[in-house]
């Protein structure tokens, strides 16, 4: 069993900027790639941005590519998600995901853990 903590989330002005990060206390998630996700009232879950074991091969929708960065320190146990320029659109709950290959992918039933979620709201 994985449990990730998220955190970060807040409220911020269009183009501002906003970090979240996923904890996975006292495990080393190091051989889990793991996703963002992003959720709003009465919309399916969406992917946000995936990144594998090592860093090496990063995954973003669309919709926040060249606005948001995904990393990782393995070091701490942590995966960030770095946001910036951001939009009204972007409000949501964020989730990260994990799952036990090398890969990332951008369908939420190839993971096999989730954190809580933490809210992002954009005001205009």
């Known amino acids: 069993q994985v449990h990730l903590v998220e955190s970060g989330g807040g409220l911020v002005q269009a183009g501002g900027s906003l970090r979240l990060s996923c904890a996975a206390p006292?495990?080393?998630?190091?051989?889990?790639?793991m996703g963002w996700f992003r959720q709003t009232p009465g919309k399916e879950r969406e992917f946000v941005a995936a990144i594998s074991w090592s860093g090496g091969n990063i995954y973003y929708a669309n919709s926040v590519k060249g606005r948001f960065t995904i990393s990782r320190d393995n070091a701490k146990n942590t995966v960030y998600l770095q946001m910036n320029s951001l939009k009204p659109e972007d409000t949501a709950v964020y989730y990260c995901?994990?799952?036990?290959?090398?890969?990332?992918?951008?369908?939420?039933?190839?993971?096999?853990?989730w954190g809580q979620g933490t809210q992002v709201t954009v005001s205009s």
């Open positions: 995901a994990a799952r036990s290959t090398y890969f990332g992918s951008s369908d939420q039933t190839d993971y096999d853990y």
């Open positions: 006292g495990r080393t998630f190091s051989r889990y790639a």
